[in-house]
Structure formats: structure tokens, C-alpha cells
């Protein structure tokens, strides 16, 4: 499970200065659920050797009315939804009454929080500092985020109260592939888990454990074992009062994470929309193995239908190794089909690739099409291995490997890939120089 940080703060005092730092660290995708979370960023950053969501939360101001109460109501909810607070404060600025009544939040939550005095840039710390002790919330730590400083001391604390990370995947094995259902709100995620677990070859163990929102569903198909990761929480709601807003991109993050397969279900009716797009770019990013269900397809005049096929070729190239299935959820048509994506991209995720092999495709795929030149020298490729599963990583050995452009990594990637036959996971080359 992957732990979740949230920025908070009211507005300029340098919380996406301090995101963008964080998360530039590594090629992160940066999406921005804009109508979805109204002006809540998510990324996801490596600290210290730790991979955490970050959330922007945007600014909460105090005394919020209108769009600005519901502004600070989604904030409120981002840090229901994390492990670790950051409260950001101005030093310039001094103590508001603002970051009173946020303060005034936060303590009610009881969730692990650190202050964050920043801009301390150009100011008297020892007196600029003073006014944040009295708040008397989390430890305290200066920071100029535009320029870094004090950043890593406050990371290298925040890591220590990371939650422990989540058990190897070996350990769960006995519960079977575990599919993650994800997609924007309304696109028919509850439907689709129904009727996955409506099935007669399905048989349901209801007793999920929950983590956070999600439901894990175990259950049996055709006595092969599956865990259900059910983002809409549909086996939960009917207890609850239908929560404000049932969809969470944290949740759905931590979905993927954990899934070896994602199911990303798309509304065939309203076509491919960005968010479709963001969520595709996170289960690429996390490496899962995907499969992309075009729901309600039902009842699609011909012509709709041809022009949604059209665009899927045109957006989704991307993704060309990924299934797509069109279904109709409601009425169960197509459902049945996603197994067999299902399991061969599993198998494909997941695949034992012996080195020798591996090392064969390399050669051949180096004979019909040579590595540049670079200062005159050639880029040396030699031997390949397996680096890990789920998604696949081939880690290949050579010389100036770091020269090596980005076209030559698609050319190999596309070797490996159509040489094993891996279908519906993302493949990841890696580099190593020397032996
Ligand atoms: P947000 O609204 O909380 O996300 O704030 P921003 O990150 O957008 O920052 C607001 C302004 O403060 C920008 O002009 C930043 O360049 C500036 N800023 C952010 N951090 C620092 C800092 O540590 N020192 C100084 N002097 N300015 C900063
Ligand atoms: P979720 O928010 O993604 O969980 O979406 P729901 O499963 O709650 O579905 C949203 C709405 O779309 C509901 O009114 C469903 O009845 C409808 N819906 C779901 N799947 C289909 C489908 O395949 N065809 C049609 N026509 N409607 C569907």
C-alpha cells in the first residue's frame, strides 16, 4: 500500500512549490483530476527510497463559504485519506488566523503532522519561528522550499513515521490474481462488480478485508482463486449513507499499487476523457497489467460505435498491448470475456524469463539493428536478465548504457516484447554499465 502524504496549508504558502520539488525527484506523473478534485494534485514521489502519493491539497483559507467550503471540504478529505500531514505555514507572513482555524482542524484528526515553517528565506528565524510553536501541532521544521533548504531534514523525519511497507507479493499468492475494478465516477464500476460476483460460476467469501475504502473481495471462479479490489466499495455502501463522494483518486492509486491486473472501466457513452487518460497513465506508470473495458455498450447506434473505435486507436497507442473489451455491465454482455484478458496478462506480468533467453533476443535484436555510435563509440549491449515481475523489468549490461536513446529503448522493447509474447503488461528496460 503505498502511503499517502498531504500538503495542506492556506493558499501561497508554497505547497506546490514544495510538491513540485518532491515529486520532480523522479519522471513523475503529475495528473491533475481537475472536476473530479477540484484543484487537488496527486503525484508520486520517491523519499528516501520510499515510493509515497503526494496530494496537493490546494488552500484552505478559513471561514470558507460556496465553492470555497467545498474546496476545503475535498481538502478535509484528502487528509482523512492520508498517513502523514504537512502544514505549511509562511514565515513572512507570520501566524494567521487562517492557519488558527486549519490548526484548529487538523487536531481534531489526530494524524501524525509535521509543521512546516516555510519561506524562512530572509527572515529572523528566531523570531519568525516563535508564533508557529504556539499552535502546538507537529514538530516544527523551517524550510525555503523554493530553494530546497531543509527539505531533506524534514524527509528524512517524515519517512521514519511511514507506515511499514506492505508484505511481499508471495505471501498472497494463495489468494489468486488480484483485479483492481478502477474508473472514473458513474462509468459503471459497481455494476461491473456485481456482476462479476453475480456470476453462477462465481462463488463469493464475504470477508473482505478492508483497507481504507476499498473493498478486497475473495471469491472462486471456475475453482480458480481471485481477489476483487473493489474501488466503488459497492458491498459497503448499503450499510452507509452513500458518502459524499464515493470516488477517491487516493484510493483508486493504492487500487492499481496492489492489483496485479487493473480493469479500467470507461463510459463508451461519454467517450475517452482525459481522466480516462490520467488513470491509463498511473496503471502504466505503476506497471500493472491492464485490460480496458468500453462499458455500456449496450443500446450504441452503429455510427457512435464506429466513431469510439476510431478514437480508442488514435489515444490509446500508447497502450497498444492492452486489450480493450466493449461490455454492456448492466446487462452482463462481454463480462464473462475479461478472464481471458484477464489471465494471459497475468501471465504475461508475471512470466519466469531465464537469462539465457533473455540474453539470445538481446544479440539478435542487436545484430538486425546496432546501437548508435556515440563519441565514436558504440554502445556496447551484452547480456540480459530478469529484474522482477509484475510488471516484467529486463535488465540489460553493457557499456555507455546511459547513452542509449530513447528510440533504441522502444526498438528493444518491442523485441523482448513480441520475442516472448508479452501481452497486456507494461515491460520495463533497464540499464546497468559494466559487468
Ligand atoms: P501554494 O498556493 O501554497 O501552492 O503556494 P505556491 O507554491 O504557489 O507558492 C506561492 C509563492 O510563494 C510563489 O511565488 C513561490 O515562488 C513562493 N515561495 C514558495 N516557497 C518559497 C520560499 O521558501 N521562499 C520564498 N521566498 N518564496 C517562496
Ligand atoms: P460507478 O460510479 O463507476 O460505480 O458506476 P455505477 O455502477 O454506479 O453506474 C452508474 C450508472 O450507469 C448507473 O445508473 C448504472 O445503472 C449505469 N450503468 C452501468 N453499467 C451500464 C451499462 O453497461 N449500460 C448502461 N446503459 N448503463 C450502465
Redo the contacts with the bound molecule.
Keep these: 500500500m503505498l502511503p499517502v502524504i498531504a500538503l495542506v496549508?492556506r493558499?501561497?504558502?508554497?505547497?506546490?512549490?514544495?510538491?513540485n520539488r518532491l515529486t520532480k525527484s523522479r519522471d513523475a506523473l503529475v495528473a491533475n483530476y481537475a472536476g473530479l478534485t477540484r484543484d487537488r494534485k496527486y503525484g508520486e514521489a520517491e523519499i528516501n527510497g520510499r515510493n509515497v502519493i503526494l496530494v496537493?491539497t490546494g488552500?484552505i483559507s478559513g471561514g470558507e463559504e460556496g465553492i470555497d467550503a467545498a474546496m476545503a471540504q475535498q481538502s478535509m478529505q484528502a487528509i482523512e485519506e492520508a498517513d502523514i500531514v504537512l502544514f505549511?505555514v509562511d514565515c513572512?507572513a507570520g501566524l494567521t488566523p487562517a492557519d488558527q482555524m486549519i490548526a484548529d482542524q487538523l487536531r481534531t484528526r489526530s494524524k501524525p503532522t509535521f509543521l512546516v515553517a516555510?519561506?524562512?528565506?530572509?527572515v529572523n528565524p528566531d523570531i519568525a519561528l516563535a508564533p508557529f510553536y504556539e499552535l502546538g501541532i507537529g514538530e516544527l521544521f523551517p524550510?525555503?522550499?523554493?530553494?530546497g533548504r531543509g527539505v531533506r531534514a524534514l524527509m528524512e523525519r517524515v519517512v521514519e513515521d511511514l507506515p511499514e511497507a506492505a508484505a511481499p507479493v508471495e505471501e498472497e499468492e494463495a489468494k489468486g490474481i488480484k483485479i483492481a475494478i478502477v474508473g472514473r465516477p458513474n462509468v459503471g464500476k459497481s455494476t461491473l462488480v456485481n456482476r462479476l460476483l453475480g456470476e453462477d460460476r462465481v462463488v463469493v467469501y464475504d470477508q473482505p478485508g478492508t483497507t481504507r475504502d476499498s473493498v478486497y473481495i475473495n471469491y472462486e471462479r471456475d475453482d480458480k482463486p481471485y481477489t476483487l479490489i473493489d474501488t466503488a466499495g459497492i458491498r459497503r455502501r448499503k450499510n452507509i449513507k452513500e458518502s459524499v463522494e464515493k470516488f477517491s483518486i487516493v484510493k483508486t492509486l493504492q487500487a492499481v499499487e496492489d492489483a496485479n491486473v487493473v480493469v479500467l472501466v470507461i463510459d463508451a457513452r461519454e467517450g475517452l476523457v482525459d481522466q480516462d487518460m490520467h488513470l491509463m497513465g498511473s496503471v502504466i506508470q505503476a506497471g500493472r497489467a491492464l485490460v480496458v473495458a468500453l462499458n455500456k455498450w449496450d443500446g450504441l447506434e452503429a455510427d457512435h460505435r464506429d466513431f469510439v473505435k476510431t478514437e480508442l486507436e488514435r489515444r490509446l497507442r500508447f497502450v497498444d498491448f492492452a486489450d480493450i473489451h466493449f461490455i454492456s455491465a448492466l446487462h452482463g454482455t462481454g463480462v464473462g470475456n475479461l478472464y481471458q484478458s484477464i489471465e494471459s496478462a497475468y501471465q504475461s506480468a508475471t512470466d519466469k524469463l531465464s537469462t539465457n533467453h533473455l540474453t539470445r533476443i538481446l544479440q539478435w535484436a542487436v545484430s538486425e539493428h546496432q546501437p548508435p555510435l556515440v563519441h565514436g563509440h558504440r554502445i556496447k549491449l551484452r547480456y540480459a536478465h530478469a529484474g522482477g515481475q509484475n510488471p516484467p523489468v529486463i535488465v540489460i549490461h553493457g557499456n555507455q548504457t546511459e547513452q542509449v536513446p530513447s528510440h533504441y529503448v522502444r526498438y528493444l522493447e518491442k523485441t523482448f516484447r513480441k520475442a516472448l509474447d508479452l501481452h497486456g503488461t507494461p515491460v520495463k528496460i533497464e540499464f546497468r554499465t559494466g559487468a
Aim: glycine share 16%; net charge positive; no cysteine.
Design positions: 496549508g493558499p501561497n504558502v508554497g505547497k506546490s512549490t514544495l510538491f496537493d488552500g505549511l513572512r516555510n519561506k524562512v528565506d530572509g524550510t525555503t522550499a523554493t530553494h
